[in-house]
T-cell receptor
């Protein structure tokens, strides 16, 4: 079992719709969770971090964490073509100083 | 402007050759990291350093070496022992030495084998 799992996609959504990206993790001791966005050929950039159960909203982005079910999700409201990218879920397992990344989900927002 | 500079952008390695990827940051960050990204895979940690003159192996350190002689610099050497070096290499830093802080990434180096 991979430590951090994501559906590779592509996930296609129409412009203006809500995109829902999911991530599951295996280490129950994980404390910190992150979503990075990576455009093709570019480096990742942090868009959301979440540390406690529940929802965290930042503009059009909402991160959701459920530690009991070991999943974290990212919702993007009013999706725009500029949101088309690969979204990487990253988890800090066991509170150490390493991040474990998922393989990423490719999102395509279509006009 | 503050940031992380990686060079070169593209690098080609001949069989049996060692090559060094440069990573310099002017963010005054304590921690620096090297990740490798293969197509269809997530980032995998090669080495990281939380303070000068100290570094730790990541998940895939075999065939790689690093040094941290200055706070600003964290070069990565891909040795001839790394048999499958073709990948996109990313350097990152964080301010206080913990990954719970935001990671700032460089623009990456694409390494290919001739």
């Amino acid at each position: 079992q991979k430590e951090v799992e994501q559906n590779s996609g592509p996930l296609s959504v129409p412009e203006g719709a809500i995109a829902s990206l999911n991530c599951t993790y295996s280490d129950r001791g994980s404390q910190s969770f992150f979503w990075y966005r990576q455009y093709s050929g570019k480096s990742p950039e942090l868009i959301m971090s979440i540390y406690s159960n529940g929802d965290k909203e930042d503009g059009r982005f909402t991160a959701q964490l459920n530690k009991a079910s070991q999943y974290v999700s990212l919702l993007i409201r009013d999706s725009q073509p500029s949101d088309s990218a690969t979204y990487l879920c990253a988890v800090n397992p066991g509170g150490g100083n390493k991040l474990t990344f998922g393989t990423g989900t490719q999102l395509k927002v279509e006009l | 402007d503050g940031g992380i500079t990686q060079s070169p952008k593209y690098l080609f390695r001949k069989e049996g050759q060692n090559v060094t990827l440069s990573c310099e940051q002017n963010l005054n960050h304590d921690a620096m990291y090297w990740y490798r990204q293969d197509p269809g895979q997530g980032l995998r940690l090669i080495y990281y350093s939380q303070i000068v003159n100290d570094f730790q192996k990541g998940d895939i350190a075999e065939g790689y070496s690093v040094s941290r002689e200055k706070k600003e610099s964290f070069p990565l050497t891909v040795t001839s022992a790394q048999k499958n070096p073709t990948a996109f290499y990313l350097c990152a830093s964080s301010s206080t030495g913990t990954v719970n802080e935001k990671l700032f990434f460089g623009s990456g180096t694409q390494l290919s084998v001739l």
